[in-house]
């Protein structure tokens, strides 16, 4: 289907997984991963279109910024390309997804968020944030905004459920903490004292616990920039997320 000049590409209902479950700050991404059913009908334009002529479409034909579940589910089914290199942006900005209606809408946070954005490379797409924000396409205009390629879609009647499917508000904040001082004590309290024990001085132990301790603990903190144990895949059972064990 082609209309002002865009060529859009219809989408079935379908579900998809959408998120990381890698945790560490430099090879991981927003999670949790989890699963997002859309019940919904929806055409997506198959090229990223610039902001400019976004904001037109829009008016005209009352598309809107596509969600990344949207874009996750047209890319799953080889339907959307883009120029190699170029960046395009979706509707979702926050740090993660606790919380999420995972119905296909998108999350929009209140406050300054990243934007969810996909770098093409080829004909392969990787995550990533730019900014500053387009949450609103009406509202684009400015400088920054407006050579900026966005993913639009045109939805069917009654897209979004009454009764989504909901991520927990947050992470199990008791499992977190209890996971951070097993890992500070296994990979940093107790291989210093270890190392102490055979190579400092008689008597450093006694005198330095405590810097052994806190150093430890450092170790622990900071092995979060590189690893983290992956965290659980959240399904649809019903209306309510489950974790997949």
Same mark, same amino acid.
């Given at each position: 289907?082609?209309?002002?000049?865009?060529?859009?590409?219809?989408?079935?209902?379908?579900?998809?997984?959408?998120?990381?479950?890698?945790?560490?700050?430099?090879?991981?991404?927003?999670?949790?991963?989890?699963?997002?059913?859309?019940?919904?009908?929806?055409?997506?334009?198959?090229?990223?279109?610039?902001?400019?002529?976004?904001?037109?479409?829009?008016?005209?034909?009352?598309?809107?910024?596509?969600?990344?579940?949207?874009?996750?589910?047209?890319?799953?089914?080889?339907?959307?390309?883009?120029?190699?290199?170029?960046?395009?942006?979706?509707?979702?900005?926050?740090?993660?997804?606790?919380?999420?209606?995972?119905?296909?809408?998108?999350?929009?946070?209140?406050?300054?968020?990243?934007?969810?954005?996909?770098?093409? @490379? /080829?004909?392969? %797409? +990787?995550?990533?944030?730019?900014? *500053? =924000?387009?949450? $609103?396409?009406?509202?684009?205009?400015?400088?920054?905004?407006?050579?900026?390629?966005?993913?639009?879609?045109?939805?069917? @009647? /009654?897209?979004? %459920? +009454?009764?989504?499917?909901?991520? *927990? =508000?947050?992470? $199990?904040?008791?499992?977190?903490?209890?996971?951070?001082?097993?890992?500070?004590?296994?990979?940093?309290?107790?291989?210093?004292?270890?190392?102490?024990?055979?190579?400092?001085?008689?008597?450093?132990?006694?005198?330095?616990?405590?810097?052994?301790?806190?150093?430890?603990?450092?170790?622990?903190?900071?092995?979060?920039?590189?690893?983290?144990?992956?965290?659980?895949?959240?399904?649809?059972?019903?209306?309510?997320?489950?974790?997949?064990?």
């Amino acid at each position: 289907m082609h209309s002002k000049g865009i060529s859009w590409k219809k989408v079935k209902p379908g579900k998809i997984l959408v998120g990381s479950n890698n945790r560490s700050i430099l090879f991981g991404g927003p999670g949790p991963r989890h699963e997002e059913s859309l019940g919904y009908e929806f055409m997506i334009s198959e090229v990223p279109v610039i902001a400019s002529k976004a904001k037109d479409l829009s008016k005209s034909l009352g598309a809107e910024i596509a969600s990344e579940s949207e874009w996750e589910l047209a890319y799953s089914r080889g339907i959307i390309r883009a120029d190699d290199g170029e960046i395009e942006i979706l509707a979702d900005s926050s740090d993660n997804y606790w919380g999420k209606k995972c119905d296909g809408r998108p999350i929009m946070r209140e406050g300054n968020f990243p934007q969810f954005s996909r770098k093409w @490379k /080829g004909n392969k %797409s +990787e995550f990533c944030h730019t900014w *500053p =924000q387009i949450k $609103d396409i009406s509202e684009i205009g400015s400088s920054g905004q407006i050579e900026k390629r966005i993913r639009l879609v045109i939805r069917g @009647k /009654g897209f979004f %459920s +009454e009764k989504p499917a909901l991520l *927990p =508000q947050t992470r $199990d904040s008791k499992s977190t903490i209890i996971e951070e001082l097993l890992i500070s004590m296994t990979i940093g309290i107790i291989p210093s004292f270890v190392w102490a024990f055979f190579n400092a001085r008689p008597g450093y132990i006694e005198e330095g616990w405590m810097n052994l301790i806190l150093g430890g603990i450092f170790v622990g903190i900071f092995s979060g920039i590189f690893w983290r144990p992956k965290q659980a895949t959240w399904i649809i059972e019903g209306e309510k997320m489950r974790p997949k064990k």
